[in-house]
């Protein structure tokens, strides 16, 4: 056969199966046109229109309105690929809010969750979908500190596992992994993973790594100990040889600001190197934790501790007490206000904050999120740098309600940092919410808007695009998201639920 003639026949075959593909859905194709499109690849925003049937994107370019079919005029503005989030703690909030209007209003459509080494079991995750089905899709990690409370027990933490006890955990991380885990995520700052040993860490890693999965973590120190700890990620990565992703990265200590451009440097060599490092970020100078990680050698009732905290890894006249169930009038103040209050020292109300919420923790050990800490801790030109370099992926680390970043973490990138500081191209910026979170998380076939992918999308103003959530209204929806898309079905539009669930786990 001749070659013109074979490449006519496969053209025919394709125009053929589109048709079919068309005709035998249930319901008509639809047609997003008059947009300008940035697919999430990086590449310059065009006028280009959008056909998706179901839950799939059929065609994308120069395109006519078929007979029957629905037509979305997007009146100028820009269509993106629904943007995803590498590091949420909303799933906590969907069985009670699964509209999801966190995620929602600032474009958000897909989530990662099981962060910090804490989450949901994979079965656990997928029958919680179906009692009650939700509006985004999310997929987890597998939290290392849940593998040692299930394996070590609650009350034996504070020690390294032993080898039967990783053995132990390495079968249910592998388990995790075949029903659709992510990876591995730790959280080696926090208690529950504090006194883990690298071995133990390393080990668990390369379970992972078999698995042909990934590593995520909030790294064993943000501030004192920030050295040692890159120093261990990237250990990890060499080592267990699989890709490595810094937690929400971020320069927590005093004496380190302005050194965000020798941190990427050091990645970026490693990278050179061999080692598929790369981090995650959320635009905001004030993290959300506990009153504990204030502490790095966690001697809490240290005085010299408390007052090198207060001196060096935050600045309690602006960090502000957002939960405290010891005493709820402490709730909306500073450290600082707290303190004159008590007619205390900051760094003595520090160490009795945390006296505190442990004994109410010990006398009501059903009460979950006792205490609950927005810290200043961070500049916003380091914030830039981290955001800026090349292997960076926008994430919010945002939970529903308590930080603005919840609500508000990618519209402030597309107001604040894209059309106000400019600090990047608005194609850039996309990028880094869509196909670069969905390649450095492992999602498939999400995060651009090409033929063939999920049809989630992002409609939005890029003049008027602005967060608004706050300190005060921490849940204030943002403005400038028009329309949101979750496989195939509008669920956000003017700022409003459409009271549609298409949401779905997606697996390894």
């Not at 596992?161 to 079968?171: G, L, P, R, S, Y």
Request: net charge neutral.
């Amino acid at each position: 056969m001749h070659k013109s003639t074979l490449f006519f026949l496969i053209v025919l075959i394709s125009s053929n199966l589109l048709a079919q593909n068309i005709k035998s859905n249930d319901e008509p194709s639809s047609l997003i046109t008059n947009v300008q499109l940035i697919d999430g690849t990086g590449t310059p925003s065009r006028k280009a229109s959008v056909r998706f049937s179901g839950n799939k994107i059929l065609e994308v370019g120069n395109l006519t309105a078929l007979k029957g079919e629905v037509v979305i005029n997007g009146n100028g503005m820009v269509l993106a690929p629904g943007f995803i989030d590498s590091h949420s703690h909303i799933g906590g909030s969907l069985a009670k809010f699964p509209e999801a209007l966190a995620d929602l209003n600032q474009g958000v459509t897909t989530i990662v969750s099981g962060q910090d080494g804490y989450g949901s079991y994979v079965d656990s995750m997928k029958a919680g979908i179906a009692r009650k089905p939700i509006a985004i899709n999310i997929a987890t990690y597998t939290g290392h500190t849940d593998l040692r409370e299930k394996v070590l027990g609650i009350n034996q933490m504070n020690r390294p596992a032993t080898d039967k006890e990783i053995a132990a955990m390495q079968a249910i991380l592998l388990s995790e992994l075949k029903k659709g885990s992510l990876g591995l995520s730790t959280g080696l700052e926090y208690e529950g993973a504090y006194f883990s040993s690298r071995n133990e860490v390393m080990e668990l890693a390369k379970t992972a790594a078999a698995e042909k999965s990934r590593y995520i973590s909030h790294i064993r120190s943000e501030d004192i100990a920030l050295a040692n700890a890159l120093e261990e990620i990237i250990a990890i990565g060499r080592e267990a040889k699989l890709p490595v992703q810094i937690s929400h990265i971020k320069l927590a200590l005093k004496d380190d600001w302005g050194k965000s451009s020798n941190i990427i440097a050091q990645l970026q060599t490693a990278r050179l190197n061999g080692v598929d490092i790369t981090a995650d970020c959320y635009p905001y100078e004030f993290w959300h934790s506990t009153l504990k990680v204030l502490f790095p050698k966690t001697d809490y009732t240290n005085p010299v501790s408390a007052q090198y905290a207060v001196d060096h890894t935050f600045d309690p006249t602006q960090s502000i007490l957002i939960r405290f169930a010891p005493n709820t009038s402490y709730a909306g103040k500073t450290i600082s206000q707290i303190a004159e209050m008590r007619k205390e020292i900051p760094a003595k109300t520090l160490m009795g904050l945390i006296a505190e919420a442990d004994a109410y923790e010990k006398a009501h050990p059903d009460v979950s999120g006792v205490e609950a800490l927005v810290a200043k801790s961070m500049t916003d030109s380091d914030v830039i740098n981290f955001l800026s370099w090349a292997n960076t992926n926008i994430c919010s680390d945002g939970s529903n309600g308590g930080h603005p970043r919840g609500y508000g973490s990618f519209t402030r990138i597309l107001g604040n940092y894209i059309r106000d500081k400019k600090i990047m191209s608005l194609e850039t910026a996309i990028q880094k919410m869509t196909s670069l979170s969905a390649e450095h998380v492992g999602i498939k076939n999400r995060g651009v808007i090409a033929a063939g992918y999920f049809a989630d999308f992002v409609l939005f103003n890029p003049v008027t695009v602005k967060d608004n959530a706050s300190f005060k209204d921490s849940k204030a929806l943002s403005d400038g998201i028009e329309k949101v898309w979750v496989n195939g079905v509008c669920v956000y539009n003017d700022k409003k639920s459409t009271n549609q669930y298409p949401g779905t786990f997606i697996g390894r």
